[in-house]
């Protein structure tokens, strides 16, 4: 799986859009952008995902660059439940295919 | 409500006494799997199972053990717990249809093994 890399910590005014980016630079054909995160210790939960094309639901939206080698996840309001970490997760979407959650980047939402 | 739920929520053992934690799924997942987290590791997959009676190592597989005899339960077992596996543990299981791929995790156990 590719390797990504995530800015250790951002801060971001409730109300504003939250830009957070992910390098993935060798990032193969086949496999997948994932995000998730997590809040204070609980469980990890699903943002989106994608492959090459920018998606958006009812979370967030994710752009990822023509060349697939960095993703930016945009939480375009941000609240103060918004704040966790959050986790960027390149793999392949095999049957088998786990999540490697690294460090990620723990997103502060302030007043 | 679509969830996964763990127990027991927290746990404080002793070395080599026998533990089993609980995870159970109500969404008729096929796909369950395992996770540990440590400080500066972020999350580690233990185990993971692609259906009832297939079950395979995943990341850090040493010192656990896991079955699958029903797809709803996915229960992780310690035979011999040791202080190096004091961790946060968290469950999860996995729908994958059509654009869908998406891992719901339980809330997690916190494990202290003195």
Same mark, same amino acid.
């Given at each position: 799986?590719?390797?990504?890399?995530?800015?250790?910590?951002?801060?971001?005014?409730?109300?504003?859009? *939250?830009?957070? +980016?992910?390098?993935?630079? /060798?990032?193969?054909?086949?496999?997948?952008?994932? #995000? !998730?995160?997590?809040?204070?210790?609980?469980?990890?939960?699903?943002?989106?995902?994608?492959?090459?094309?920018?998606?958006?639901?009812?979370?967030?939206? =994710?752009?990822? /660059?023509?060349? %697939?080698?960095?993703?930016?996840?945009?939480?375009?309001?941000?609240?103060?439940?918004? /704040?966790?970490?959050?986790?960027?997760?390149?793999?392949?979407?095999?049957?088998?295919?786990?999540?490697?959650?690294?460090?990620?980047?723990?997103?502060?939402?302030? =007043? | 409500?679509?969830?996964?739920?763990?127990?027991?929520?927290?746990?404080?053992?002793?070395?080599?006494?026998?533990? /089993?934690?609980?995870?159970?799924?109500?969404?008729?997942?096929?796909?369950?799997? #395992?996770? %540990?987290?440590?400080?500066? =590791?972020?999350?580690?997959?233990?185990?993971?199972?692609?259906?009832?009676?297939?079950?395979?190592?995943?990341?850090?597989?040493?010192?656990?053990?896991?079955? %699958?005899?029903?797809?709803?339960?996915?229960?992780?077992?310690?035979?011999? +717990?040791?202080?190096?596996?004091?961790?946060?543990?968290?469950? *999860?299981?996995?729908?994958?249809?059509?654009?869908?791929?998406?891992? !719901?995790?339980? +809330?997690?156990? %916190?494990?202290?093994? =003195?």
């Amino acid at each position: 799986d590719a390797k990504t890399t995530q800015p250790t910590s951002m801060d971001c005014a409730e109300g504003r859009a *939250a830009n957070l +980016p992910c390098n993935h630079s /060798t990032i193969s054909g086949n496999e997948y952008v994932y #995000w !998730y995160r997590q809040i204070h210790s609980q469980g990890p939960q699903y943002i989106i995902h994608g492959l090459k094309n920018n998606e958006t639901n009812e979370m967030a939206s =994710l752009i990822i /660059t023509e060349d %697939r080698k960095s993703s930016t996840l945009i939480l375009p309001h941000a609240t103060l439940r918004d /704040t966790a970490v959050y986790y960027c997760i390149v793999t392949f979407r095999g049957t088998a295919s786990k999540l490697t959650f690294g460090t990620g980047t723990r997103l502060q939402v302030t =007043l | 409500e679509a969830q996964v739920t763990q127990n027991p929520r927290y746990l404080i053992t002793v070395t080599g006494k026998k533990l /089993t934690v609980t995870c159970s799924q109500n969404m008729n997942h096929e796909y369950m799997s #395992w996770y %540990r987290q440590d400080p500066g =590791l972020g999350l580690r997959q233990i185990y993971y199972s692609m259906n009832v009676e297939v079950t395979d190592k995943g990341d850090v597989p040493e010192g656990y053990k896991v079955s %699958r005899k029903e797809k709803r339960n996915f229960p992780l077992i310690l035979e011999s +717990p040791s202080p190096n596996q004091t961790s946060l543990y968290f469950c *999860a299981s996995r729908v994958r249809q059509g654009i869908t791929d998406t891992q !719901y995790f339980g +809330p997690g156990t %916190r494990l202290t093994v =003195l």
